[in-house]
């Protein structure tokens, strides 16, 4: 592009451009906020989740991440790299001020748009909107409480402090019982759905026990209790890993009101 052609439209605004890794994090939240949808029928607006999204801090502080990094160069690419690309615009002149409208502003019908292009992601299936809050109780807890219903034998009469003693057996056990259908065979596939199924179980009974359950994109999966705040995946990888003993988890217990909480409910 010509010297006044850049001019025109703005160093400072082609370079801040330049340096939006898009496409990766369009990647991410598309999968984070599609897959446990799909599994529940519905649909979450993906504008929404993608504004969510990046305003998440984690999020944010990535992307500033691989901002920095240099991007390596290859004989085949179609373009200089991000660093080299952003360095020729160094000394020329700032231009006007650009046109600060969204390009989405340019649509209508957002709403129509998504279900067009989902459909066609789903099998030609219509899914119904649902706000991103409602992800969590109407998602989330959803596919967690299939999940207990189906390992209900495993995990009968357990309680939340109990874990400690128990998690090695429910373990080998939900990972022995894993379908066929549930991961990409692997050696390591059971141990992770049988994590998956453990922490699911946790959070569930945290959401009957009338915790809040926070589902933002870009961040953990978070209940919210009245002492305080648990990820339950984090909760039951430190257990799985050892990084929390018998005495720490029980306090941990104490301290959020969890002792005598079942598990599971009886199906």
């Known amino acids: 592009m010509a010297a006044s052609r850049l001019s025109t439209v703005g160093t400072e605004w082609r370079t801040s451009a330049l340096s939006r890794p898009q496409r990766p994090a369009t990647a991410a939240v598309t999968a984070s906020s599609r897959s446990p949808n799909r599994s529940a029928k519905s649909r979450s607006s993906q504008r929404r989740s993608f504004s969510r999204f990046l305003a998440?801090?984690?999020i944010a502080a990535a992307v500033d991440e691989h901002i920095k990094e240099p991007e390596p160069a290859d004989p085949y690419d179609t373009h200089p790299p991000l660093h080299e690309r952003v360095?020729?615009?160094?000394?020329?002149?700032?231009?006007?001020a650009p046109d600060e409208s969204r390009a989405v502003e340019l649509l209508k019908d957002l709403d129509a748009l998504e279900q067009e292009m989902l459909?066609?992601?789903?099998?030609?299936?219509t899914l119904p909107a649902i706000g991103w809050d409602d992800v969590g109780p109407r998602v989330y807890a959803t596919t967690w409480r299939r999940a207990a219903e189906r390992h209900a034998a495993a995990l009968a009469g357990l309680t939340?402090?109990?874990?400690?003693?128990?998690a090695p057996r429910l373990i080998a056990r939900l990972g022995a019982e894993m379908p066929a259908d549930a991961?990409?065979?692997s050696a390591e596939a059971p141990a992770h759905y049988?994590?998956?199924v453990l922490s699911g179980t946790l959070a569930l009974a945290l959401v009957e026990a009338s915790w809040r359950l926070r589902a933002v994109p870009g961040e953990p999966l978070v209940l919210e209790g009245a002492l305080g705040a648990l990820d339950p995946f984090q909760a039951v990888e430190?257990?799985?890993l050892g990084k929390i003993d018998q005495v720490g988890w029980r306090r941990r217990c104490e301290t959020f009101g969890l002792r005598g909480?079942?598990?599971a409910r009886p199906v």
């Open 183 to 185: 991961a990409h065979p």
């Open 56 to 58: 998440s801090s984690r």
């Open 194 to 196: 049988a994590r998956w």
């Open 87 to 96: 360095a020729a615009l160094t000394g020329l002149p700032p231009g006007a």
């Open 238 to 240: 430190e257990l799985v």
């Open 119 to 125: 459909a066609l992601m789903a099998a030609g299936t």
């Open 160 to 166: 939340v402090d109990a874990l400690p003693d128990e």
């Open 261 to 263: 909480i079942a598990l």
